[in-house]
């Protein structure tokens, strides 16, 4: 089992007094740095960056990156459900739930711009429409935007199937895969080990390994092919779908503008079918 930060430090004898001091604030406040600049973490200590890049590399980290995705981990494995509905139920301050869900879910979404851009979509869009074949997979609460998109995707024209989230099925669409079909995953709080596996055998038949994530997805080693990942707020409340939902939405419209005409085609075929057989269930009622 690999050492946590506590650890490092604790078997390092050779730090300065400023190393200590960095050390003590990556343990203690590990909310502030996983997502705070390496100038920001050290400007707690009235520190230079550069003291927070020696300190990584002396206890064994090749980055700040690296020692910044250390912090991560820990932060989500030390955070239960039980412990996200209590902060958010806190985080009203005995006011109206509903009001402070909405300025929280409008508040990460504000900030999904700065995490994806739209050249990433467009290229995981690209290599969607030049997929034979979409396998799609997600667990738990995720199970339901891989339900979402692949619905969508078909109704697009593309070849989706969706998986189960057990190792059979898994495997079986695993030794299916060939280049250049697509795989498209989700991960939240965590990468589940299907999706890992999947993905790993997309790579290395060639085809594409595509997720969309929140935090979890910058933990992923190796990465996908394509990451579409953002916060889902602050991961010490995260819960809903909202942001995911909206990296999922964005892609299909991008993967329509991408295959128009084909796609409005498809879209229009499908709303004919769906009425014609709208319309047969009331006649034979």
Request: include cysteine; charge should be neutral; glycine fraction near 8%.
């Amino acid at each position: 089992m690999s050492q946590s930060l506590a650890d490092r430090v604790g078997a390092h004898g050779g730090l300065s007094p400023t190393e200590e001091r960095l050390a003590r604030v990556l343990i203690e406040d590990h909310a502030f740095c996983a997502f705070a600049s390496a100038g920001e973490i050290a400007a707690r200590v009235q520190a230079h960056a550069s003291a927070l890049v020696r300190l990584a590399h002396k206890l064994g980290y090749q980055g700040v990156p690296e020692l910044r995705a250390e912090i991560r981990g820990e932060l989500l494995r030390r955070t239960r459900t039980d412990e996200l509905v209590r902060r958010r139920l806190d985080d009203t301050g005995g006011g109206s739930v509903l009001d402070r869900l909405v300025e929280r879910e409008i508040a990460a979404l504000a900030e999904l711009p700065t995490h994806l851009g739209q050249d990433a979509l467009d290229r995981a869009a690209a290599r969607l429409l030049a997929a034979p074949r979409v396998f799609v997979l997600a667990e738990g609460t995720a199970e339901a935007l891989a339900r979402h998109a692949t619905r969508r995707l078909r109704r697009a024209g593309l070849m989706t199937v969706q998986l189960q989230p057990d190792p059979r099925s898994v495997a079986e669409a695993g030794a299916l895969l060939r280049a250049p079909d697509a795989v498209l995953c989700f991960a939240l709080r965590e990468v589940p080990a299907s999706v890992q596996s999947l993905c790993a055998q997309a790579r290395a038949q060639q085809a594409a390994g595509m997720l969309i994530a929140d935090l979890a997805g910058v933990l992923m080693h190796p990465a996908p092919d394509h990451l579409l990942a953002a916060p889902r707020g602050s991961e010490l409340e995260s819960g809903t779908l909202t942001v995911p939902m909206a990296i999922l939405n964005a892609l299909i419209l991008t993967v329509a503008a991408q295959g128009a005409p084909a796609t409005f085609d498809n879209y229009r075929t499908y709303a004919e079918l769906r009425d014609a057989a709208r319309g047969s269930g009331r006649t034979a009622r």
